[in-house]
């Protein structure tokens, strides 16, 4: 006897919802995992130190000199190295910070003259906060 004439069978269907909410969550923790090159633009050897790192993170602006003297001011290249243009760079990157620390990531090898010039444009910036990127050693 079939007692289930006149009604029609449901069709199974797969619900995708749940399954892209996994893959969202997924894709999130991937993109917070995942490191990154700080800088990519020069290759530069940081001097060593044997110092404590600072845990806080404060409003950072980064300068990186290399070794043949280019400078790069928050992953953007300066066209010259005068002081002029590398404070004109540091005013832009500094925007309406308040108090932003200049951290400058110099090559071992860079002209000591090359980091005076980034130190004084930063002065004369009016930035008073300038701290120096170093590397630890290997022992």
């Known amino acids: ?7 029609f069978r449901e ?3 797969i619900n995708l919802i749940p399954m892209i909410d996994v893959l969202l ?4 923790f991937l993109m917070i995992t995942t490191t990154y090159s700080k800088f990519s633009g020069l290759e530069i050897n940081l001097p060593t ?3 404590a790192q ?10 990186v ?6 400078v790069m001011v928050n992953r953007v290249a300066i066209g010259s190295r005068e002081v002029e243009a590398i404070g004109v760079a540091l005013r832009r990157a500094g925007g ?3 108090e932003p620390v200049v951290v400058i990531n110099a090559d071992a090898k860079a002209a000591h003259q090359s980091v005076i010039d980034v130190m004084q444009a930063a002065q004369q910036s009016g930035f008073s906060h300038i701290s120096f990127a170093t590397q630890n050693p290997s022992r």
Not at 1 to 7: E, I, L
Not at 54 to 63: A, F
Not at 65 to 70: E, H, I, L, Q, W
């Open 49 to 51: 130190a044997d110092a």
């Open 96 to 98: 309406s910070e308040r």
């Open 54 to 63: 600072s845990q806080e993170k404060p409003n950072e602006i980064n300068v």
């Open 25 to 28: 969550v997924i894709l999130i």
């Open 1 to 7: 006897m079939n007692f289930q004439r006149g009604r």
């Open 11 to 13: 069709e199974p269907e």
């Open 65 to 70: 000199v290399s070794a043949n003297g280019d």
